[in-house]
């Protein structure tokens, strides 16, 4: 239990309330929640740039860049972490404004801090596309036509789940098959047309070329192959913790979940973690930086065990099944 000061603990309960709005997609209400937590504590880097991601999706791309570069003068003493971050959503803006290769220094500067960054890969490899063409307009004495304009983003959408695929139903009627442009990546699912629903990075890892689409009369069906089947998603994108699916595991949602070990951490970067939170962090760690085989034999044995067991040996777990062994004292009671 950390123990916090009065001022400290209404940052806590703000920054909570904040992070609910958002992942609820109520972002004027994030909006609002992140600029008290600013005008509480200015010079705290971490309020300044979740605010330039509500700027982001708000689409105020001058007021997100305005905080991407305060956030960034904080950080200058700061850690790696946050400040990779701050380099991402720097690189993000400027290239939705237009600014390739700007956005290309900051997208590699953040790289080069957390090289593991998920949304990365997606984000370098849209820069990059763009940047032969910027090129082509200072070598080639033409008129340059001005951008077209932005897509409209299809906000209006629901997702749910079984053990095998998250299905997504994007509400758009009468669309054309031409319009539509889906393309499938393990950790995200950029789309193109008149709308546009940027899901980037997922929250696990998805299997491309086992995904599809389908186009109906009132909206677009998209069913993505999880990579780990049998693992409920808490979120549909951004961090989310690993849950094995049971029989008293909801399989549907149609809202986004609150990602609540996410939020335990951004209120306190360098706080450390105890008891149970020791041991589910521990646990998240080593599956993040384990091999395929490593990360396999951890879920098998967990989830076949009901949590009593954990495995890294996929030779020694992958041929037989796990038994329950609760802790001394204790005996197994299987709920109806």
């Not at 603990?9 to 609002?32: I, R, T, V």
């Not at 080069?112 to 032969?132: D, G, I, S």
């Not at 149609?254 to 589910?280: C, F, H, M, V, Y």
Request: with cysteine.
């Amino acid at each position: 239990m950390l123990n916090l000061s009065p001022e400290q603990k209404k940052s806590a309960d703000l920054f909570a309330k904040a992070n609910d709005a958002f992942f609820d997609d109520d972002y004027d209400e994030a909006l609002s929640l992140f600029t008290e937590l600013v005008t509480l504590e200015p010079k705290n880097a971490e309020f300044v740039l979740k605010r330039c991601q509500v700027y982001q999706k708000l689409n105020k791309l001058d007021l997100a860049l305005k905080d991407g570069e305060q956030a960034l003068a904080l950080l200058e003493q700061g850690s790696r972490s946050l400040l990779a971050r701050a380099h991402l959503q720097l690189g993000i803006i400027l290239h939705r404004l237009g600014q390739y290769p700007s956005a290309q220094i900051h997208l590699e500067q953040s790289q080069e801090l957390n090289p593991q960054e998920k949304t990365l890969v997606t984000w370098l490899r849209k820069n990059q596309e763009v940047l032969p063409k910027i090129t082509e307009t200072f070598v080639t004495p033409v008129a340059v036509a001005p951008p077209a304009p932005a897509p409209v983003k299809a906000t209006r959408y629901e997702w749910f789940q079984n053990d095998t695929f998250i299905t997504i139903e994007v509400f758009i009627k009468n669309v054309k098959s031409d319009a539509v442009d889906i393309r499938f990546f393990d950790n995200a699912l950029p789309t193109g047309s008149d709308y546009t629903l940027e899901l980037e990075p997922l929250a696990h890892k998805i299997s491309p070329k086992e995904s599809s689409f389908k186009i109906l009369s009132t909206k677009i069906e998209i069913k993505l192959k999880k990579e780990m089947i049998g693992i409920m998603w808490g979120t549909l994108e951004g961090e989310d913790q690993i849950v094995a699916m049971t029989s008293s595991t909801p399989t549907t949602t149609t809202k986004k979940s609150k990602d609540w070990n996410a939020l335990s951490r951004e209120l306190d970067d360098e706080a450390k973690p105890e008891g149970e939170q020791a041991l589910n962090s521990l646990f998240q760690q080593i599956y993040k930086d384990a091999d395929p085989d490593t990360q396999r034999a951890m879920m098998k044995s967990f989830v076949e065990s009901n949590g009593t067991c954990l495995s890294t040996n996929w030779n020694e777990i992958g041929t037989k099944k796990t038994e329950v062994k609760p802790p001394e004292g204790m005996i197994a009671k299987k709920y109806e």
